[in-house]
């Protein structure tokens, strides 16, 4: 069973800058696949960004240019440095890894955008 947790979230006002951080229980070198996710109230899940152990990144176009995902395998954790926040940018933020056949999701982390 692999652990997957978030931290990092909180209040921040329009504008802001937020890191959060994605904390695995196992080697991520060897996770071939690891993402961002976030999901407002009434809304779907949202992919964010993805990460693979190959170094190929991928972002949504609603946060390219603003977040950054990255890895570091030495701490197994991955990060999503957010920049330029938006109120719409409100959500709770989760991470997965996939670990074939399973993708294990952490539990969240609520972020909010506000004055």
């Known amino acids: 069973q692999v652990q997957v947790v978030e931290s990092g979230g909180g209040l921040v006002q329009p504008?802001?800058?937020l890191r959060l951080s994605c904390a695995v229980s196992q080697d991520i070198s060897s996770?071939?696949?690891m993402g961002w996710y976030r999901q407002a109230p009434g809304q779907q899940r949202e992919l964010l960004a993805t990460t693979q152990?190959?170094?190929?990144?991928?972002?949504?176009?609603?946060?390219k240019g603003?977040?950054?995902?990255?890895?570091?395998?030495?701490?197994?954790t991955m990060d999503l440095q957010m920049t330029s926040l938006k109120p719409?940018?409100?959500a709770v933020y989760y991470c997965n890894a996939v670990?074939?056949?399973?993708?294990y999701w952490g539990q969240g982390t609520q972020v909010t955008v506000s004055s």
């Open 15 to 17: 504008g802001g800058s």
């Open 31 to 33: 996770i071939f696949l």
């Open 53 to 63: 152990n190959d170094g190929t990144i991928y972002y949504a176009d609603s946060v």
């Open 66 to 76: 603003r977040f950054t995902i990255s890895r570091e395998n030495a701490k197994n």
């Open 88 to 90: 719409e940018d409100t």
């Open 99 to 103: 670990v074939v056949p399973t993708v």
